[in-house]
Nanobody
Framework: QVQLVESGGGLVQPGGSLRLSCAASGFTFSSYAMSWYRQTPGKERELVATISWIGSTTTYVDSVKGRFTISRDNVQNTLFLQMNSLKPEDTAVYYC?????????WGQGTPVTVSS
């Protein structure tokens, strides 16, 4: 069955960095564009970044452009999100999933807290 396991979150001071990972299994990872999403309590899940199946094309929500970098390893079936210059408003639970209209079952996410 499909599994998406996010990791790498934590508590970081403003201006700091984190690298999130998403280990994917149960589907042909290299055939799918993939995205990172984030959600805060009481708000809808927000699309943060997307990468094409081969990794040649990336897109970002305006609020993270120039600070976040999405990448992937199609051999290790892993998706990454490098987050630099973190701001308190980046605080959320981060999830990965396919960049499709119908998503795979969501993983547990990895929480990111940006606070001094």
């Amino acid at each position: 069955q499909v599994q998406l396991v996010e990791s790498g979150g934590g508590l970081v001071q403003p201006g700091g960095s984190l690298r999130l990972s998403c280990a994917a299994s149960g589907f042909t990872f290299s055939s799918y564009a993939m995205s990172w999403y984030r959600q805060t309590p009481g708000k809808e899940r927000e699309l943060v970044a997307t990468i094409s199946w081969i990794g040649s094309t990336t897109t970002y929500v305006d609020s993270v452009k120039g600070r976040f970098t999405i990448s992937r390893d199609n051999v290790q079936n892993t998706l990454f999100l490098q987050m630099n210059s973190l701001k308190p408003e980046d605080t959320a639970v981060y999830y990965c999933n396919a960049a499709t209209a119908t998503h795979f079952p969501w993983g547990q996410g990895t929480p990111v807290t940006v606070s001094s």
